[in-house]
Nanobody, 124 residues
C-alpha cells in the first residue's frame, strides 16, 4: 500500500508560481497512475491533472491547461505539479492521488490512495 505526502504549498500573489511535490512510499511507484485534485471548503473535490505510470500521457482540467504541468520522476518516487500564472480561483487544498490501475483521468473515485493535502492560497 502506497503512502503519499504532499509539500510545496503556500501563499503566492496573483500571477505567481508554485511547485508542489508528492512523495510516495510503501509501494512500487512506477506501477501507479497519479493524479492531482484540489478542494476548497464547501466545494466538491475537483480534478486538476493526471499522469500515466511512465509519464508519457497526461491530462488536465481545462481551466489549468497551459498554466499547470504535471510530471513525475520514478527514480525518486515523486510526482510534481508546477503551477504558474496563478489566479485567486486556484486557491484550494491540493491533494495527490494514486491508483495501481492504468488510469489517466479525473474521476476521484478511480483513485485508491490519497495524501493529506497541501494548501495553496493565491492573493489578489
Amino acid at each position: 500500500q502506497v503512502q503519499l505526502v504532499e509539500s510545496g504549498g503556500g501563499l503566492v500573489q496573483t500571477g505567481g508560481s508554485l511547485s508542489l511535490s508528492c512523495a510516495a512510499s510503501g509501494g512500487t511507484f512506477s506501477q501507479y497512475s497519479m493524479g492531482w485534485f484540489r478542494q476548497d471548503p464547501g466545494r466538491e473535490r475537483e480534478f486538476v491533472a493526471a499522469i500515466s505510470r511512465t509519464g508519457r500521457t497526461t491530462r488536465y482540467q481545462d481551466s489549468v491547461k497551459g498554466r499547470f504541468t504535471i510530471s513525475r520522476n520514478n527514480a525518486v518516487n515523486t510526482v510534481y505539479l508546477q503551477m504558474s500564472s496563478l489566479k485567486p480561483e486556484d486557491t484550494a487544498a491540493y491533494y495527490c492521488a494514486a491508483t495501481d490501475r492504468y488510469y489517466v483521468g479525473g474521476q476521484a473515485d478511480s483513485y485508491d490512495y490519497w495524501g493529506q493535502g497541501t494548501q495553496v492560497t493565491v492573493s489578489s
